[in-house]
């Protein structure tokens, strides 16, 4: 029971907190609309009724957790429950369609950035010429950049999920590049004057050492390319017009003040975001412990 | 230079250009290496021990003099995979077991897998770690790491076998009991070997022949051909010989420091 507590009790209390001052938050930014809607009725507040208000209003400016919950289970869970998990009010089909992009921007993103990494420790101008490009890709906002891409790549005929996913490569390639590069250079002298004394070649000090060495940096680059493709994802669906998945729901919500909407679909993000990565951390204890780099 | 000369330097000189200066690694160095011995290069830090050891073995290039290994010069030699390279720290791969660590050379050489198996089971059995093929490095302790990359430095049975400070970084107990076992492997092989070593008692009980290095810049002071017999127990070093070998290994060092002031 101790070590159960004393693994769960932080997140528990930090939860507990989160909660408290999500309410105590709803309370104070949703009293000013109930005293508005009281005063055009003629009517006195009490206390308690002014609390059970802030927790009912329709588009409150910040919807307590409840609200949120309901809307939520009945986007997800009650659609499932009758038959209609992939209707477009489902939220379940805006995380597909998230997710599908996500997960394509990220295949696409890991994959550029282990061949510009590879390029780099392997080529010295290479090194020299494209490092400050990488980094200075990933100063030009996001949100700026997202329409032309969307723009670009629909006036040669590309649509759908590619340019979403092409935003999300965009975002996810640039910790995957420079975490590669400090795991393929890790290995030290000592191992690298080694594989001279066997007279290696650059293929089998590359497949033998340098890979299996860069394997911890690699998989905690993931972790972030992760986090990095959902955001591009939901920026990519942005400026497609709000038709489908979370990033449309966002905006949507948005449009019409649909506060509750919003919080809903802000936090099956973040739940998306944080199973995802959830996920990659599993591979890699698996991994790492398989290839003795964990104890 | 006879028939029996496996390694030979001659006026080798080594000078690294660094920001404060030249640094005189090496400066005319002159050695033979005979088949079969095994020589200690013993001296303070900076006196290039390591940096003689290194161009043996074609980790650097001197700037000046010649040296060659079989015969043949460093780099050709060690394309040729000429010797097995022992560093201070074993360096063996976490990811791969025991027996993957030794198979490592031998896959990188294109040896066959029947042929890889042969010869792990062969050099585990040198070193005492038969049965620990299949531990990670990570099971294994500090000594038993040091056996395990020895064994991996024999695998490809090459004819000489450098070591850099091997037992260095190990205590005294575990370091007298690898050098009684590396000198019954050397006696089982019959390899040529290279010793680099900051122990007095490690390089006159484990050496045929002692060189004396001291720096600044990195020359050979002393040579010493040591007459104790072939055969050594380790409390041949209480003997008269050990102990006069040993005073004198110590008067070469203690002369190369006072050059220095």
Request: net charge neutral.
């Amino acid at each position: 029971m101790g070590a159960v507590w004393y693994r769960i009790g932080p997140i528990i209390t930090v939860v507990i907190a989160i909660f408290v001052l999500w309410y105590a938050g709803a309370v104070a930014l949703n009293t000013p609309w109930a005293y508005d809607k009281a005063k055009r009725a003629g009517v006195e507040l009490t206390t308690s009724q002014l609390i059970a208000d802030t927790m009912s209003q329709k588009k409150p400016k910040l919807p307590p957790p409840h609200q949120v919950g309901a809307e939520i289970w009945k986007t997800t869970g009650a659609m499932v429950v009758r038959g209609k998990a992939f209707s477009k009010r489902s939220l379940i089909y805006h995380s597909w369609i998230t997710l599908s992009s996500t997960l394509l921007g990220f295949v696409l993103g890991t994959g550029l950035g282990v061949a510009l990494a590879v390029g780099i420790v392997y080529n010295r101008t290479m090194d020299m010429s494209i490092m400050p490009w990488v980094i200075a890709s990933q100063t030009i906002p996001i949100l700026a950049i997202a329409p032309m891409i969307i723009v670009v790549l629909n006036a040669i005929g590309i649509s759908g999920l590619l340019p979403k996913a092409v935003i999300s490569m965009y975002l996810s390639f640039f910790p995957v590049v420079v975490g590669m590069v400090k795991g393929l250079r890790s290995p030290d002298h000592m191992q690298l004057d080694q594989m001279k004394t066997w007279s290696a070649t650059g293929n089998q000090e590359f497949w033998k050492l340098r890979l299996p060495s860069s394997m911890p940096y690699f998989f905690t680059s993931l972790k972030i390319a992760m986090a990095a493709s959902l955001v591009g994802a939901i920026v990519g669906e942005l400026p497609t017009g709000a038709v489908a998945g979370l990033g449309a729901r966002l905006l949507g919500g948005s449009y019409y003040g649909q506060t509750i909407q919003i919080w809903s679909a802000l936090l099956t993000a973040a739940a998306l975001a944080a199973a995802l990565v959830g996920l990659i951390g599993l591979m890699q204890n698996i991994v790492l412990k398989r290839m003795g780099m964990v104890r | 230079m006879t028939d029996q000369t496996v390694i030979s330097a001659k006026d080798l000189s080594l000078t690294f250009e660094t920001n404060d200066g030249p640094v005189h690694a090496l400066q005319d160095v002159t050695l033979d290496i005979n088949k079969g011995d095994f020589v200690s290069f013993i001296g303070p830090s900076g006196c290039g021990k390591t940096t003689f050891l290194r161009v043996m073995a074609d980790l650097e290039k001197p700037t000046a003099g010649e040296i060659t290994v079989n015969g043949v010069s460093a780099e050709e030699a060690r394309k040729a995979r000429a010797y097995g390279y022992v560093f201070q720290h074993a360096g063996l791969y976490p990811w791969r077991t025991i027996g993957g660590n030794i198979r490592l050379p031998l896959e990188i050489m294109g040896v066959s897998k029947a042929e890889q198996d042969a010869s792990v089971q062969e050099v585990l059995e040198l070193v005492h770690l038969d049965g620990f093929e299949k531990k990670f490095p990570w099971q294994l302790s500090g000594g038993m790491q040091q056996r395990a990359s020895i064994a991996r430095a024999l695998a490809f049975h090459a004819d000489i076998l450098l070591m850099d400070e091997p037992f260095g970084a190990l205590d005294e107990i575990v370091r007298d009991h690898l050098n009684e076992q590396l000198l019954e492997l050397w006696a089982r092989t019959n390899k040529t070997i290279g010793f680099v070593t900051h122990s007095i008692p490690e390089a006159v009980y484990l050496s045929t022949k002692i060189v004396v290095m001291s720096p600044r810049p990195g020359r050979i002071t002393d040579v010493i051909e040591s007459t104790l017999p072939k055969e050594r127990p380790l409390d041949i070093r209480d003997s008269e010989e050990f102990i006069k070998i040993a005073h004198r290994v110590r008067d070469g060092l203690r002369a190369g420091h006072e050059d220095d002031a």
